[in-house]
C-alpha cells in the first residue's frame, strides 16, 4: 500500500511540474521580475523633446505586452540634475511616475509647474500631458508604470 502511495505521489507530483512548465511556454507572465533581467538604456529626449540622458531600467517594457494586459510598461527612472522628460500627450494610455528619490519638477497637461519630491505620485490620464524636470542637485529617480484599458 505505501509503494502505491509513493508512486501516485510521484506521479502527481511529476504531473504538476510538467503542467507548471507547460504553461511557462504557452506565453504566461511572470509574477515578478528581478533586477538582473532588466533592459537597460539610456535614452535621449525622452517624451520627444526630453533634454539630456535618462538612465531607464525596464522591468516590463512595452513592446512585450500583449493588446489585453492593462499594465504596458513598468520601468525605473533615474533623471541627472538638468535632465528632463518632455512633455508629451498620452492618447492612449495612462502613465504614472511614482518618485522615489531626489526631486523637481511635474509639468501637467495646462503647462503648469508642480514641485515634487520623494513620495509624491503623479499621473497622465487618457488624453492629458506630462512632462517632468529633475531641478535638484542629486539624480531624481521615478518608478514610471503606463497602463491602458
Same mark, same amino acid.
Given at each position: 500500500?505505501? /509503494?502505491?502511495? !509513493? *508512486?501516485? !505521489?510521484?506521479?502527481?507530483?511529476a504531473a504538476c511540474s510538467l503542467a507548471f512548465v507547460g504553461s511557462a511556454f504557452a +506565453?504566461?507572465?511572470?509574477?515578478?521580475? $528581478?533586477?538582473?533581467?532588466?533592459i537597460v538604456k539610456d535614452r535621449e &529626449? *525622452?517624451? +520627444? !523633446?526630453?533634454l539630456g540622458t535618462v538612465h531607464c531600467e525596464y522591468a516590463f517594457p512595452r513592446d512585450k505586452a500583449l493588446p489585453d494586459q492593462a499594465v504596458k510598461e513598468i520601468a525605473w527612472l533615474t533623471l541627472p540634475p538638468g535632465a528632463t522628460i518632455g512633455v508629451h500627450k498620452h492618447e492612449k494610455n495612462e502613465d504614472a511616475y511614482i518618485v522615489v528619490s531626489g526631486s #523637481?519638477?511635474?509639468?501637467?497637461s495646462? #503647462? &503648469?509647474?508642480?514641485?515634487?519630491?520623494?513620495?509624491?505620485? !503623479?499621473?497622465?490620464?487618457?488624453? $492629458?500631458?506630462?512632462?517632468? &524636470?529633475? /531641478?535638484? &542637485?542629486?539624480? *531624481?529617480?521615478? *518608478?514610471?508604470?503606463?497602463?491602458?484599458?
Open positions: 500500500m505505501r /509503494t502505491v502511495r !509513493t *508512486l501516485l !505521489t510521484a506521479a502527481m507530483v +506565453g504566461e507572465f511572470p509574477q515578478v521580475y $528581478e533586477k538582473k533581467d532588466y &529626449k *525622452l517624451g +520627444g !523633446t526630453g #523637481g519638477v511635474f509639468v501637467g495646462d #503647462g &503648469k509647474e508642480i514641485p515634487v519630491k520623494a513620495g509624491d505620485v !503623479t499621473i497622465a490620464r487618457k488624453g $492629458e500631458s506630462h512632462g517632468m &524636470k529633475n /531641478t535638484g &542637485k542629486v539624480p *531624481l529617480v521615478i *518608478l514610471d508604470v503606463i497602463a491602458q484599458q
